[in-house]
Each structure stands twice: as structure tokens, then as C-alpha cells.
């Protein structure tokens, strides 16, 4: 044994309080350099094994609360990292019930459901554009919280706790905010994400519709002040939208650059799968319940993205924004 220390014991560790106490006093008034020296007296056994015991304890309680965690936060698996530049990444998963509820369009209708995401549609050039695009609009107004959309299409705008049609209450004045440059950039970029929805799923890109509501949103980490600012729910896109059938989604900021916070959240069962948002990334997906997603609530920063949204009804369909 290592010589330890001689340091007065304290109750039952000494294995006796009187008799050990009074030994210890004794030691610790040996003149140094008096020769007499003791050995260090092994722990008991039992001490040895309560402080194993508790190691454990700690490290399995911390394990059981990153599980709980990671769980909670959605940080069980990242199916794309911004980091990476995807080619094409895909993901089958089961169809949900969803679409049984509503009218079947044979060639178009999800047979075939899953996720995929892709950096090889939109570059990064074209998403900074599109983003100075939802820059300008959204400096006409945006929410007292921390959500604010811009929809081209029906002209919705947030406004402090409300929404305004930008087209009539900013009239004539939205001709200096956009231009007839920015909405074809706009339609392209919308065709080639249903082009790319259509080959992933393998039905024909003339059987989708444009659907609404399709939109750009800002977010930042300013406290929520309507039900329209808490974006973070759980939910289900066919659910909430009977109409869509394919949801996308244009990213136009980078995370963990621009935002902290922010990312996208697959809530499969037994683990959930994370997107992390870079500048010209596009996620798609079938919108039904085999998809329920959210996002992860802003910390910092703000995070920019589009929602462009398609269906295989055309009576639900809509038509590309024009600039009048």
C-alpha cells in the first residue's frame, strides 16, 4: 500500500470511534523525525463498493437523461447535415391511412411514401436571391412574435398580430419592392422542385398542382405573441391541409451559421430524423401522418425558408404569383 496522509478518521469509517480517535490523536502529536511511522490502513470494503455504486448511478442517470433528451430534442439521428452537399438522399417510408379519406387520383395519389432531400436542384447563388426576395417583402411588415410569412400567391402578409394583402395594401408601391425578374426566378425554381417531387415518386410532373398555402417564413427567437408565431408544434400536413399531398421545403438560410436552433424534425417512432437547413437545400415529402414533422424552436439568429406545397386535385390547384 501507498503511505497515506495520517488525517484524524471521523465516525464509523475508522472502524470504532473511540479507540481510532484517540490512536490518531496520539500520531498527530509525534514530534517529526521521530521515526515512528504506520502503515495506511486499507478501505473498508463497503466503501469501496457504496462509491462504485454511485458512479454508476451517475453515469447510468446521465445516460438515461441524454436518452430522454435526445429523444425530446429530435437529436436521435441527422438524415442531412448541413455540412454535406446530397446529391440525392431518400428515404421509403409506410403510407399512412390519410389519403383514403379524400378522393384517389390514380398516377398521382402517394402509393409510394417517404422523404428525401437534395443540394443539387436550387445552388446556392439562386437561394440568396430568392432570399433578398422574402428580405424586401417581409420589410413591409412581419409579426410582433418571432413567425412572420410572406405569401406571392394570395398576397398574405404578417402584420404586428395580424395579416394584411400586401397587393392591396401597399398598392402601386409593390412595384418598386419586386420586379417581373424576381417572380420567374420564383416559377423556375417552383417547376424544378416539382420536377425533381415527380421522379422521386415516380409519377408525372404534369398530374401536380400548386397548392396553398405556399409561402416564405422568417423566424427568429422572439417570443411568441399569437397562435401564428408557435410554428414548433407537432403535426401533419395532409391533417391541417386536406389538400396537399407533397410538401417541400427551400431553405435559404444556413444552420448553425445564420440560426441556431431551427432544424426540421422527422417524429418517427423510436427515433426521430433531423434536417439541418444550408442555403439551397431542398426536403420534400408525401404529406401524410407517416410524416409528422416540426421544427425545432429558434435560439438565435433568423432562418429563412419557403414552403412550396402540391396536390393531385386540380380543383385545389393554383396558379404561379404575377406581378400586376
Given at each position: 500500500?501507498?503511505?497515506?496522509?495520517?488525517?484524524?478518521?471521523?465516525?464509523?469509517?475508522?472502524?470504532?470511534?473511540?479507540?481510532?480517535?484517540?490512536?490518531?490523536?496520539?500520531?498527530?502529536?509525534?514530534?517529526?523525525?521521530?521515526?515512528?511511522?504506520?502503515?495506511?490502513?486499507?478501505?473498508?470494503?463497503?466503501?469501496?463498493?457504496?462509491?462504485?455504486?454511485?458512479?454508476?448511478?451517475?453515469?447510468?442517470?446521465?445516460?438515461?437523461?441524454?436518452?430522454?433528451?435526445?429523444?425530446?430534442?429530435?437529436?436521435?439521428?441527422?438524415?442531412?447535415?448541413?455540412?454535406?452537399?446530397?446529391?440525392?438522399?431518400?428515404?421509403?417510408?409506410?403510407?399512412?391511412?390519410?389519403?383514403?379519406?379524400?378522393?384517389?387520383?390514380?398516377?398521382?395519389?402517394?402509393?409510394?411514401?417517404?422523404?428525401?432531400?437534395?443540394?443539387?436542384?436550387?445552388?446556392?447563388?439562386?437561394?440568396?436571391?430568392?432570399?433578398?426576395?422574402?428580405?424586401?417583402?417581409?420589410?413591409?411588415?412581419?409579426?410582433?412574435?418571432?413567425?412572420?410569412?410572406?405569401?406571392?400567391?394570395?398576397?398574405?402578409?404578417?402584420?404586428?398580430?395580424?395579416?394584411?394583402?400586401?397587393?392591396?395594401?401597399?398598392?402601386?408601391?409593390?412595384?418598386?419592392?419586386?420586379?417581373?425578374?424576381?417572380?420567374?426566378?420564383?416559377?423556375?425554381?417552383?417547376q424544378r422542385i416539382q420536377q425533381r417531387i415527380a421522379q422521386a415518386f415516380g409519377i408525372s410532373s404534369s398530374s401536380l398542382y400548386l397548392t396553398k398555402p405556399t409561402f416564405f417564413s422568417r423566424i427568429n427567437n422572439t417570443e411568441a405573441k399569437t397562435t401564428h408565431d408557435e410554428y414548433w408544434h407537432p403535426h401533419v400536413d395532409k391533417v391541417t391541409y386536406g389538400s396537399f399531398d407533397y410538401t417541400s421545403l427551400l431553405y435559404l438560410s444556413d444552420y448553425a451559421e445564420d440560426f441556431g436552433g431551427g432544424r426540421f424534425v422527422f417524429m418517427d417512432a423510436g427515433s426521430n430524423k433531423t434536417i439541418e437547413p444550408r442555403a439551397g437545400r431542398v426536403s420534400f415529402f408525401t404529406s401524410g401522418s407517416e410524416n409528422l414533422h416540426r421544427v425545432e424552436k429558434v435560439r438565435w439568429g433568423t432562418r429563412y425558408a419557403i414552403t412550396i406545397s402540391f396536390t393531385c386535385n386540380p380543383d385545389h390547384g393554383i396558379g404561379d404569383p404575377v406581378l400586376t
Open positions: 500500500m501507498v503511505p497515506q496522509r495520517r488525517v484524524a478518521p471521523r465516525g464509523p469509517e475508522s472502524g470504532g470511534a473511540a479507540g481510532a480517535g484517540a490512536g490518531a490523536d496520539r500520531g498527530d502529536r509525534r514530534r517529526p523525525g521521530s521515526g515512528r511511522r504506520s502503515r495506511a490502513r486499507p478501505e473498508p470494503r463497503w466503501r469501496r463498493l457504496t462509491a462504485a455504486f454511485l458512479l454508476c448511478s451517475v453515469v447510468l442517470g446521465g445516460l438515461l437523461a441524454w436518452s430522454c433528451l435526445s429523444a425530446e430534442e429530435g437529436v436521435a439521428e441527422v438524415l442531412a447535415g448541413r455540412g454535406e452537399h446530397l446529391q440525392d438522399r431518400f428515404v421509403e417510408v409506410p403510407c399512412s391511412e390519410d389519403y383514403d379519406s379524400h378522393k384517389r387520383y390514380e398516377g398521382c395519389t402517394p402509393r409510394k411514401c417517404g422523404r428525401g432531400v437534395t443540394d443539387a436542384v436550387i445552388s446556392r447563388e439562386e437561394a440568396e436571391r430568392i432570399r433578398r426576395i422574402a428580405e424586401r417583402g417581409l420589410s413591409l411588415g412581419g409579426s410582433d412574435g418571432g413567425a412572420s410569412i410572406l405569401d406571392l400567391h394570395s398576397g398574405a402578409l404578417s402584420l404586428g398580430k395580424h395579416f394584411v394583402n400586401l397587393y392591396r395594401y401597399f398598392g402601386d408601391k409593390i412595384q418598386d419592392i419586386f420586379t417581373e425578374e424576381d417572380f420567374a426566378l420564383y416559377r423556375d425554381v417552383r
